[in-house]
């Protein structure tokens, strides 16, 4: 129902910034709740931001608390993701994920990798 398109992601030395972003598109109108995951190489995928579409309520990782902010134009139907200071700990690949509502289905793109140098 939902398709998603991930943007931003690349290569950064430790302590630069980079700015991810998710277009969606389809059942746009059943959305509840926007995220971004990742998962580096033999790790288990973690969420890192979540908010809703509705009320722009958010969430954090308490890893990226304080560096990460998560936001939404919802007549874009996307979702940013900007990171600040980054560390090489946050390479990984980012998943933009949306949680639609009433059905509790869950719709992910296909990842950008974030690569950060030290």
């Known amino acids: 129902q939902v398709q998603l398109v991930e943007s931003g992601g690349g290569l950064v030395q430790a302590g630069g910034s980079l700015r991810l972003s998710c277009a969606a598109s389809?059942?746009?109108?059943?959305?509840?709740?926007m995220g971004w995951y990742r998962q580096a190489p033999g790790k288990q995928r973690e969420l890192v931001a979540a908010?809703?579409?509705?009320?722009?309520?958010?969430n954090y990782a308490d890893s990226v608390k304080g560096r990460f902010t998560i936001s939404r134009d919802n007549a874009k139907n996307t979702v940013l993701l900007q990171m600040n200071s980054l560390k090489p700990e946050d390479t990984a690949v980012y998943y933009c994920?949306?949680?639609?509502?009433?059905?509790?289905?869950?719709?992910w793109g296909r990842g950008t990798q974030v690569t950060v140098s030290s």
């Open positions: 994920n949306v949680h639609l509502r009433v059905s509790g289905i869950r719709f």
């Open positions: 908010i809703n579409r509705d009320e722009g309520s958010t």
């Open positions: 389809g059942n746009i109108f059943s959305i509840n709740d």
